[in-house]
T-cell receptor, first 112, second 111 residues
Framework: KAGVTQTPRYLIKTRGQQVTLSCSPI?????VSWYQQTPGQGLQFLFE???????NKGNFPGRFSGRQFSNSRSEMNVSTLELGDSALYLC???????????FGEGSRLTVL | GENVEQHPSTLSVQEGDSAVIKCTYS??????FPWYKQELGKRPQLIID?????GEKKDQRIAVTLNKTAKHFSLHITETQPEDSAVYFC??????????FGTGTSLTVIP
């Protein structure tokens, strides 16, 4: 069974630009969540989607948004990039309503 | 919202010794407490989890204990090996897959 796939793996953007990250969950997993990982801050929850509906949203500004498609694939978008948005963005899928998260390898975003 | 605190931030142990990592949480509604291991440059992976109706769970050299009254849970690794070296994250969740993670413990096992 294929794992969680995230694209792109690495990207460099400049301040003010916008970026879209993609996540393909494990087949059969309907829950997809996104986390921002930075040194010293650990993993911070961005949002979670289940069957195309956003179930939960973390404490991030409105510049961070996401969506989920009918095939459970998910995208997150960050508009008007700031230097502080540089981070590893991890996507995770889950089979259960509250259960084990299967993480992708992440998309490493650098904002210059 | 939930707040998860994790200690220590770094931990060094001799091979064969035990390692203990502690976490506290603030929301009494949290009922699922997983632990994830992240090796350098790799994705986090679940190593053990516990739900609120259980006080302790063990899987070979790894155990987790939960004290709901005190709102804390701990990871215990016995007979540590060099391959246990990694960053460990605790987390707490209520309903849905909205997890609140601790800031991580970097464990180094010295051969």
């Amino acid at each position: 069974k294929a794992g969680v796939t995230q694209t792109p793996r690495y990207l460099i953007k400049t301040r003010g630009q916008q970026v879209t990250l993609s996540c393909s969950p494990i087949s059969g997993h309907r829950s997809v969540s996104w986390y921002q990982q930075t040194p010293g801050q650990g993993l911070q929850f961005l949002f979670e989607y289940f069957s195309e509906t956003q179930r939960n949203k973390g404490n991030f500004p409105g510049r961070f948004s996401g969506r989920q498609f009918s095939n459970s694939r998910s995208e997150m978008n960050v508009s008007t990039l700031e230097l502080g948005d540089s981070a590893l963005y991890l996507c995770a899928s889950s089979l259960e309503l509250t259960g084990e998260l299967f993480f992708g390898e992440g998309s490493r975003l650098t904002v210059l | 919202g939930e707040n998860v605190e994790q200690h220590p931030s770094t931990l060094s142990v001799q091979e064969g010794d035990s390692a203990v990592i502690k976490c506290t949480y603030s929301d009494s509604a949290s009922n699922y407490f997983p632990w994830y291991k992240q090796e350098l440059g790799k994705r986090p992976q679940l190593i053990i989890d516990i739900r609120s109706n259980v006080g302790e769970k063990k899987d070979q050299r790894i155990a987790v204990t939960l004290n709901k009254t005190a709102k804390h849970f701990s990871l215990h690794i016995t007979e540590t090996q060099p391959e246990d070296s990694a960053v460990y994250f605790c987390a707490a969740a209520n309903t849905g897959n909205q997890f609140y993670f601790g800031t991580g413990t970097s464990l180094t096992v010295i051969p």
